[in-house]
């Protein structure tokens, strides 16, 4: 007889967030939009932000609330500059004036990639240049910290989890706009989560994510520089979306009640601490 019980979705009458209102930041990119279908799947009603900064921005919103309506699911979408407090804390208002309650909020957002970005030289930044990712990354972070905890107090209950980033594990001079802000988003879950758990019950958490098949992650390199890349992987291939939203999932659920204060890394093996 198996120690433990079956876990997986067929097998389980509860799913694994019933009753929980979740809030996906970057709902739009890759990963985003994974985990929003995730979560909505294991019973969460579903808050998708989108920046809305560009027209394909609000079309991939609506689509996605839209099929995940039609497929039977509660889901709305938010529209918020995250590098705007009052902004973020609007869209925070409007999730929980429709649902009651903000449940976790999962931060996805993120300065949108690029080749030019990656291959800058570190050491030649301006400040504007270090600022475009700290606003989003990081100081978005922060805002829907700041917008969400009360709500949670309420209920002496949340799980947020922000996403970090393998390489400010190691360091690395590649991108080092992007991996200063996600270091700033690993800082602030050391820093933060022991005043949220003991004051709001919130667990605040992080996901560093390593290599991750995106079309965002892709534009960074050549055909060569991938197979290059993916061939450091110890598990041999680059990690899905699908993976991190199983992650975030994890940090979300009861599952990880007695976590608080991590960064989990998901990257294949490549770092083992």
């Not at 939009?33 to 998708?48: I, N, S």
């Not at 309650?101 to 996805?108: E, G, I, M, P």
């Not at 300065?111 to 100081?139: H, T, V």
Request: charged share 25%; aromatic share 8%.
């Amino acid at each position: 007889m198996p120690s433990t019980s079956p876990t997986s979705s067929d097998m389980r009458s509860e799913k694994l967030l019933d009753g929980h209102v979740a809030l996906i930041g970057g709902g739009t990119s890759g990963m985003g939009e994974t985990a929003a279908w995730r979560f909505a799947r294991e019973g969460a009603k579903v808050a998708l932000h989108f920046s809305g900064s560009t027209p394909n921005s609000v079309a991939k919103a609506e689509r996605i609330v839209d099929e995940l309506t039609k497929s039977g699911f509660e889901a709305m979408s938010i529209r918020a500059d995250v590098t705007k407090y009052e902004d973020v804390k609007r869209a925070v208002d409007s999730v929980a004036a429709r649902w009651g309650k903000v449940t976790s909020v999962v931060d996805f957002a993120g300065l949108p990639s690029s080749l030019e970005f990656w291959q800058e030289d570190p050491l030649e930044l301006s400040d504007e240049a270090l600022l475009s990712a700290i606003g989003i990354d990081f100081i978005g972070s922060y805002h829907f910290i700041r917008a969400a905890k009360d709500y949670m107090k309420k209920e002496h209950y949340g799980k947020i989890v922000l996403i970090s980033s393998s390489p400010t594990i190691y360091g690395d001079d590649a991108g080092y706009r992007y991996i200063l802000a996600k270091d700033l988003n690993r800082m602030t879950v050391k820093s933060l989560a022991t005043k949220l758990i003991r004051e709001y019950g919130i667990a605040l958490n992080a996901i560093a994510p390593g290599t991750i098949d995106t079309p965002a992650n892709r534009v960074n390199y050549t055909e060569e520089g991938w197979k290059e890349l993916v061939g450091a992987i110890p598990i041999g291939r680059a990690g899905l979306p699908d993976e991190i939203a199983g992650v975030a999932l994890f940090l979300c659920s009861h599952l990880s009640d007695f976590v608080v204060g991590q960064t989990i890394i998901a990257d294949g093996g490549e770092i083992r601490q």
